[in-house]
């Protein structure tokens, strides 16, 4: 299999080390972080969801709208929009990009954050909720005729989308979700199953969960991988910079209030990120779980640090797992973005081109 990068553009430059600067919806910044992506290479750019954030699909028109190649990854929250709705929204945006569009569904979250947009359905009944969603999100993109639908949270008479996606059969459908609700909604609709970094065993055992829920359905799913590289012209100044982007994250979040600890989080998936961080902050041959540690594992917060050629080599090693998709961001959003363009995504697609010319390389 070839080798996907997605990147991630914001609205405004903000990491974990840098507070928000500039208007919450900065037009230069979203075109310089779409020309950044494009020129390095990548194949999508995530565009991000939250209840307080700027409208994705919207952010994503524009960035799709200052470049030519570049592919976006449209994160996507489950009932919040009728799914006929949505499903024509999207298509629509795949017709005038010309098939540049993929759908990241996110349905989890903690509770507090979707009572903010008045959602107040448990977590198990949210992931419920988002099982029939894409079903008539796919019946939708593909049925040539009007359908109906039936289920506990919709019920559709006559729904019928004039508009199709450019791509067939649809565009292509991520999935986040690391929850025992959320692994078989995964294997029934997931086109990719997004998974944040976590160790090579975590990575093992959620790839073989994920494919034996795809297997009930007769489906195969490929795997996405989310990790913030750390890179550096050597390992001794690579791990001095995550060491320094540590303390630059504790500095912040102690200026702003915030918790200097792995608290509970309300999610499986920061779970799972602080049980590898108990394990240590170097593990494997250089994940890296320090950030994760301090944030409570907020959301994508783990990295690989070390030289590009040394992080491409660590690459390697999921992708011998089964990850065909790498999500990368910086601490540095858009240094970084063409930092991986220039240093890392060449040597990553070359270290593939020759497992594909060697397969018995990746089975030795």
């Not at 919450?24 to 020129?39: I, L, M």
């Not at 990790?227 to 995550?242: F, G, Q």
């Not at 989080?265 to 041959?285: E, H, I, M, V």
């Amino acid at each position: 299999m070839s080798v996907e990068f997605i990147g991630f553009i914001g609205t405004q430059q903000q990491s974990e080390i840098h507070p928000p600067s500039g208007p919450v919806v900065d037009r230069d910044y979203v075109e310089a972080s779409a020309k950044a992506h494009e020129d390095g290479g990548f194949d999508r750019a995530l565009v991000a969801f939250g209840s307080t954030s700027p409208e994705s699909q919207l952010v994503t028109a524009h960035a799709a709208s200052v470049t030519e190649r570049l592919g976006f990854m449209i994160a996507h929250r489950p009932g919040f929009t009728a799914p006929t709705v949505a499903a024509r929204q999207l298509a629509t945006l795949d017709q005038f990009t010309r098939g540049r569009i993929a759908v990241h569904i996110i349905t989890g979250g903690s509770d507090d954050e979707l009572a903010k947009d008045g959602d107040h359905l448990t977590k198990d009944e949210r992931y419920a909720r988002t099982d029939e969603y894409l079903d008539i999100v796919r019946q939708e993109w593909t049925s040539d005729k009007p359908f109906d639908y039936e289920g506990k949270y919709y019920q559709v008479k006559g729904a019928f989308g004039a508009v199709k996606p450019w791509q067939k059969p649809h565009l292509p459908i991520y999935f986040g979700g690391s929850s025992d609700a959320a692994i078989p909604v995964a294997g029934k609709h997931a086109d990719i199953y997004a998974l944040w970094g976590e160790t090579q065993a975590q990575v093992r055992e959620t790839i073989a969960r994920v494919r034996a829920a795809a297997a009930k359905h007769g489906r195969q799913v490929r795997f996405s991988l989310s990790l913030r590289p750390v890179l550096a012209a050597t390992e001794e100044a690579a791990w001095a910079r995550a060491d320094d982007i540590v303390e630059r994250t504790k500095a912040l979040r102690a200026k702003a209030g915030l918790k200097l600890d792995g608290h509970a989080p309300p999610n499986a998936g920061s779970q799972r990120l602080l049980d590898a961080a108990a394990q240590g902050t170097r593990l494997d041959k250089r994940l890296w779980t320090g950030v994760a540690a301090v944030t409570g594992a907020a959301g994508n917060s783990t990295g690989l640090v070390g030289t590009p050629e040394q992080v491409a080599d660590a690459l390697l090693d999921y992708y011998d797992l089964g990850v065909t998709t790498f999500l990368i961001r910086g601490f540095d959003p858009l240094d970084d973005a063409i930092a991986y363009g220039r240093d890392l995504i060449p040597l990553v697609r070359d270290l593939v081109a020759q497992r594909q010319a060697n397969p018995a390389r990746a089975a030795g």
